[in-house]
């Protein structure tokens, strides 16, 4: 074993969890090494849809939270993050969906997420290229797209000298030290593993499991669609505790090209594309731009979200290694939740009072009993 480098804080992953959890704590004085292994994860994978999700109270709280956090620094973002305000339109395919989308609205205003409830006139003169015959929808102007793999780097960047980035494979956890794959010992009195589901790894108790998703991205066309779009059954398909699902969600690159999502599949780990789901997927896409049947498709892959056994993150104080913090189960929002997770986190680091409340978060409620200390 080398001895090696020394800070107050050591987050393992680089990912834009990570990245997001060094800059705040650097913003607050600490010295902080990143530990870097260089292979892409769900950051390079996903779409970077900024999205103030609902499906639960707690949910809601930190997407939201979030939200005002990236909103304070888009600003100062390169041209190269790709930072669009574009919202969000949810569509309702059906008259009873719009219930659900009224009730959407109502969610968001009492955190004061403004949206506005949309008929199907107003939808079709929004976003012409949807099909005829949709019920309406819900429009959430606050929501944005970003490219989130330069914005990971950039939050690095943008931190500092007070982050020293480390490139190295994490292959053990012991009491405020990382041990690295060279044989380097990392020590730090405070350790945040953000290392996605490798995280799972380094602990003695799994905590995360894979959803494995699907996305294609079309060639270049004259800009056409002007929202993220998404059916209001996003929601339903995105926590399902199990089985496979697809949803529309469609994203206009500022390039130009669509991206076109989703899919869940639960216990896939190959990266290998699955046909007959990617088919799928694309069939529920053509049900609401049918011109797409006529793109083309220039690039398909899969990327692994690593899910909480409830579906909301695990951000807080590992019961058992007080000086272990974990950031992680972020699923398909880590982009969104990112700065509003990091925020978090070091509120509990430095014992301050967090914006909102983190108790539904803490990872403390995913151990047994009789690992925690008496």
């Known amino acids: 074993m080398v001895a090696g480098r020394r800070a107050e804080a050591i987050v393992v992953g680089a990912g834009i969890i990570g990245a997001a959890c060094a800059w705040q704590l650097a913003r607050q004085g600490v010295q902080v090494l990143l530990v ?20 639960n109270p707690a949910e809601l709280a930190l997407s939201a939270y979030s939200l005002q956090l990236w909103r304070s620094v888009v600003d100062r973002m390169p041209e190269s993050c790709a930072w669009r305000g574009c919202g969000t339109l949810w569509l309702a395919e059906r008259d009873d969906e719009m219930a659900i989308a009224e009730a959407k609205r109502q969610r968001m205003a009492e955190y004061e997420v403004a949206s506005e409830t949309l008929s199907a006139a107003q939808v079709a003169g929004l976003e ?60 730090a009195p405070i350790v945040v593993l953000a290392s996605g589901l490798q995280a799972d790894r380094l602990l003695e108790q799994p905590l995360l ?15 056409r669609v002007h929202h993220q779009l998404v059916e209001l059954g996003y929601g339903a398909s995105a926590h399902a505790s199990d089985g496979t699902s697809v949803a529309f969600n469609v994203q206009a690159r500022p390039t130009g090209q669509l991206l076109i999502g989703s899919s869940r599949q639960f216990d896939a780990p190959e990266s290998a594309i699955d046909m007959p ?18 793109m083309n498709i220039i690039r398909c892959w899969t990327g692994q979200r690593a899910a909480s056994a409830d579906g909301l993150p695990l951000l807080g104080p590992h019961p058992k290694h007080r000086w272990l913090w974990l950031a992680l189960g972020h699923e398909g929002l880590g982009v969104t939740t990112a700065l509003g997770s990091a925020a978090l986190i070091a509120s509990q680091i430095h014992n301050h009072r967090p914006a909102i409340d983190d108790t539904p978060y803490l990872a403390s409620r995913m151990f047994r009993k009789e690992v925690l200390p008496v």
């Open 36 to 55: 870097d292994n260089q292979r892409a994860g769900a950051t390079a994978a996903g779409m970077g849809h900024l999205v103030c999700m609902d499906d």
């Open 128 to 187: 012409p290229m949807l099909r005829s015959g949709l019920a309406g929808g819900l429009r959430v102007p606050g929501d944005g797209i970003v490219y989130a793999p330069n914005v990971a780097h950039w939050l690095i960047a943008d931190a500092g000298p007070a982050v020293r980035v480390i490139t190295g494979e994490a292959i053990a956890l012991e009491a405020q030290s990382v041990v690295l794959a060279s044989g380097e010992r990392l020590t």
């Open 209 to 223: 499991r894979a959803k494995k998703g699907h996305l294609a991205i079309t060639d270049r066309y004259p800009k």
């Open 277 to 294: 789901l990617l088919a799928a997927m694309l069939a529920r896409a053509n049900t609401f731009l049918p011109a797409l049947a006529q």
